[in-house]
């Protein structure tokens, strides 16, 4: 399977910058900001608020990301 191209983009405020800016998914609930590059976790609580990552969700992207790598190299 071939995910290579596909790009979830989402529009938001991004918590490090503030600007109302092109989000670019990441992995699942975790975007990265196009204007300043910083990372950040989509949460919903009634609306949708982007916030800064903490060492867990970081812990998280990183796992999620090696996942992917590994995944893309088995093929
Ligand atoms: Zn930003």
Do not use: W
Not at 17 to 37: F, Q, R, S
Request: charged fraction near 30%; glycine fraction near 6%; hydrophobic fraction near 30%.
């Amino acid at each position: 399977m071939v995910r290579i191209g596909y790009i979830d983009t989402v529009h938001g405020i991004c918590p490090h910058c503030d600007e109302d800016t092109l989000l670019v998914a990441i992995v699942t609930d975790y975007y990265k900001c196009t204007h300043c590059g910083e990372e950040t976790r989509q949460y919903v609580n009634g609306s949708i608020k982007y916030l800064k990552l903490d060492d867990k969700d970081k812990a998280f992207v990183q796992r999620m990301r090696l996942n992917e790598e590994n995944e893309e190299q088995d093929g």
